[in-house]
């Protein structure tokens, strides 16, 4: 079945540092990858999405570019700001059947002025 | 911006009682996935419904919830008996489903925090 792997977290960083996020996949065709933000008290969000390989998802100063060659979505943004603490989750949804969503376990970042 | 609706916000039980949890998708939007999130297991997807009919609902335990959608603005999740195993967040998203691969994300609700005492 599909899977979906993620970096341990907590990441924590001091604000303007470069962010990397790991992500990798297990999945069966050709999914559309996905990164969703969870802010403290509220539901995900999308953040960011890519549905071939090669395609550059971006939003918000983050990118993440599907490699179907290391089955991988890594989330990157160049200058962290404290508003960015939240929890990632890294998403795929399958591209046949019904399409539903496999999560991550999300990574909690943290960023400190 | 559209949004999907959840309510309660927040619903304190006691074991043992009935907990209805109510979302109303984004209108036009034929997917509604109920999600149950804890700190241990993270994420588990409860139900999922697309076009209002029921599609998988493998992760749900049979036993004491039930979900449903009566028409297209209101999706319901029911849990009879509840449990103090119960008590996480309980999220609702909805999207739209075109075909294979157009797939556009999906919008989250603000998620219902039940707590079983």
């Known amino acids: 079945g599909n899977s979906v792997t993620q970096m341990e977290g907590p990441v924590t960083l001091s604000e303007e540092a470069f962010l990397t996020i790991n992500c990798t996949y297990t999945?069966?065709?050709?999914?559309?990858l996905f990164w969703y933000v969870q802010y403290p008290g509220e539901g995900l969000q999308l953040l960011l999405k890519a549905t071939k390989a090669d395609d550059k998802g971006s939003n918000k100063g983050f990118e993440a570019t599907y490699r179907k060659e290391t089955t991988s979505f890594h989330l990157e943004k160049g200058s962290v700001q404290v508003s960015d603490s939240a929890v990632y989750f890294c998403a795929l949804t399958n591209s046949g059947g019904y399409q539903k969503v496999t999560f991550g376990t999300g990574t909690k970042l943290q960023v400190i002025p | 911006d559209a949004r999907v609706t959840q309510t309660p916000r927040d619903k304190v039980t006691e074991m043992g009682q009935e907990v209805t949890m109510r979302c109303q998708p984004i209108?036009?939007?034929?997917?509604v996935f109920w999600y149950r999130q804890t700190m241990m297991q993270g994420l588990e997807l409860l139900a999922y419904f697309r076009n209002r009919a029921p599609l998988d609902d493998s992760g749900m335990p049979k036993d004491r919830f039930s979900a449903e959608m009566p028409d297209a603005t209101l999706a319901t999740l029911k849990i009879q008996p509840s449990e103090p195993r119960d008590s996480a967040v309980y999220f609702c998203a909805s999207g739209l489903v075109l075909g294979q691969g157009a797939d556009y994300g999906y919008t989250f609700g603000s998620g219902t925090r039940l707590t079983v005492v």
């Open positions: 209108l036009g939007h034929n997917t």
């Open positions: 999945a069966t065709g050709y999914p559309s």
